[in-house]
């Protein structure tokens, strides 16, 4: 069963970048037709989808963070990245990662729930200062 564990910084000052990892156990990232996906949950506000990146290591981000957001992979490490840049106290959410197996192919499309077959816990992630 895969197995998914988030990482990184519990607080980050305004205008800084965030930065946090994904570590994967029991898939590899770059087995067919994975791909590996990051979410955040604001505190009283609905799930947003963030970005993923597919196994070919294409990578695919969602309106409205895309322009100060990355996703990357250390595949060696079998490690999926994000980084926020120029936070904002907005951006205090909880960020997940997950696997999604879409019955497509499904490049550049949001996720629908029911494509998710693995979760992370989340990690707290407050920006202040």
């Known amino acids: 069963q895969v197995q998914l564990q988030e990482s990184g910084p519990g607080l980050v000052k305004p205008s800084q970048t965030l930065s946090l990892t994904c570590t994967v156990s029991?898939?590899?990232?770059?087995?067919?037709?994975?791909?590996w996906s990051w979410s955040r949950r604001p505190p009283g506000r609905d799930l947003e989808w963030i970005g993923y990146i597919a196994y070919s290591g294409t990578i695919y981000y969602g309106p409205s963070l895309k322009s100060r957001t990355s996703i990357a992979w250390d595949t060696s490490k079998n490690q999926v990245t994000l980084q926020l840049y120029n936070v904002v106290p907005e951006d205090t959410a909880v960020y997940s990662c997950a696997r999604v197996e879409p019955p497509y192919f499904a490049l550049g499309d949001p996720p629908d729930p029911e494509w998710y077959t693995g979760w992370g816990q989340g990690i707290q992630v407050t920006v202040s200062s």
């Open positions: 029991g898939a590899s990232i770059t087995t067919k037709f994975y791909y």
